[in-house]
T-cell receptor, first 113, second 110 residues
């Protein structure tokens, strides 16, 4: 199995620009999670989907962040407009329905200048 | 609000020097406690899940244990390749939301 796939692996952008992060979960997994990791705050859940439906978005920092899951094999996390404080590593994870173990992708390292 | 505290923040060991990493938690209704390993520049890699106090799981040099208030990750005779950040997380409530601790960075010197 290819595991969770994320793209891009690295993104450098300027403040005010739109950023789109992409994730392909493990085939057959019904739940998908977006996390953000920083030195200060550690690993924080932003939003998660079950069967393509957003279940809990209470971790989304503000309206500048949005996430979609148009089908079972693809999700996006968009930041518009981006700010320097959004700089972090963003991880996507997936799990099977009924199984609580989450499997993480390699992450996208975002730097907003 | 669920809280997970890991200690120490960093640990340096000599190869072969056994030790334990601590994860203490304050939650309402623990459904599971997870341990992950994270190497620099990579995503967390699943190690263990513990569900009830008294449960233990082992994998190579690692053994995870669980009580009602904390979990330990025991590392026996560590090797340099065990160097990584170890994260614990708790699952509570009716949803699939994990709350992570900030991690313990382990460095094993040859």
């Amino acid at each position: 199995d290819a595991g969770v796939i994320q793209s891009p692996r690295h993104e450098v952008t300027e403040m005010g620009q739109e950023v789109t992060l992409r994730c392909k979960p493990i085939s057959g997994h019904n739940s998908l999670f977006w996390y953000r990791q920083t030195m200060m705050r550690g690993l924080e859940l932003l939003i998660y989907f079950n069967n393509n439906v957003p279940i809990d978005d209470s971790g989304m920092p503000e309206d500048r962040f949005s996430a979609k899951m148009p089908n079972a094999s693809f999700s996006t996390l968009k930041i518009q407009p981006s700010e320097p404080r959004d700089s972090a590593v963003y991880f996507c994870a997936s799990s099977e329905t009924g199984q609580e173990t989450q499997y993480f992708g390699p992450g996208t390292r975002l730097l907003v200048l | 609000e669920d809280q997970v505290t890991q200690s120490p923040e960093a640990l340096r060991l000599q190869e072969g020097e056994s030790s334990s990493l601590n994860c203490s938690y304050t939650v309402s209704g623990l459904r599971g406690l997870f341990w992950y390993r994270q190497d620099p520049g990579k995503g967390p890699e699943f190690l263990f899940t513990l569900y009830s106090a008294g449960e233990e799981k082992e994998k190579e040099r690692l053994k995870a244990t669980l009580t009602k208030k904390e979990s330990f990750l025991h590392i026996t005779a560590p090797k340099p390749e065990d160097s990584a950040t170890y994260l614990c997380a708790v699952l509570t409530g009716a949803n699939s939301k994990l709350t992570f601790g900030k991690g313990i960075t382990l460095s094993v010197r040859p």
